[in-house]
């Protein structure tokens, strides 16, 4: 599963970083933007997903330890509660400047 996440990663190389991103500010503009829009909820949803994808394939690539999954677990399921989405800010942004190379 690494060697699979691992040639992605460096398939990608400079894209990678940028796709992460991108991909992580979409899933807080989606909702604002498209929230008058039919396809609102949808296009949220795929990027929110992939979001989730990029970041599992990014985690395993990183060799995470078990703990670091864990604490990032309860940080976006407490950010999913109302009120705590700078929780999940601040889980992104932890794992951008401390745990990833």
């Known amino acids: 599963m690494r060697s699979l996440c ?3 990663v460096v ?6 970083g940028f796709l992460g ?8 503009l989606i909702p604002y933007l498209a929230s008058r829009s039919e396809y609102g909820f949808t296009v949220f949803l795929i990027t929110a ?3 989730v994808v990029w970041w599992i394939i990014d985690a395993i690539d ?7 999954w864990l604490v990032g677990i309860v940080m ?13 800010i601040a889980c992104w942004v ?6 990833r190379e």
């Open 62 to 68: 990183q060799a995470i330890p078990l703990w670091m």
């Open 21 to 28: 991103w991108a991909l992580f500010v979409c899933s807080f």
């Open 49 to 51: 997903l992939s979001t």
């Open 11 to 16: 398939a990608l190389a400079d894209w990678w």
């Open 76 to 88: 976006l399921g407490i950010g999913r509660l109302p009120g705590g989405l700078v929780l999940i």
């Open 94 to 99: 932890i794992y951008w400047s401390k745990v």
């Open 6 to 8: 691992n040639s992605i």
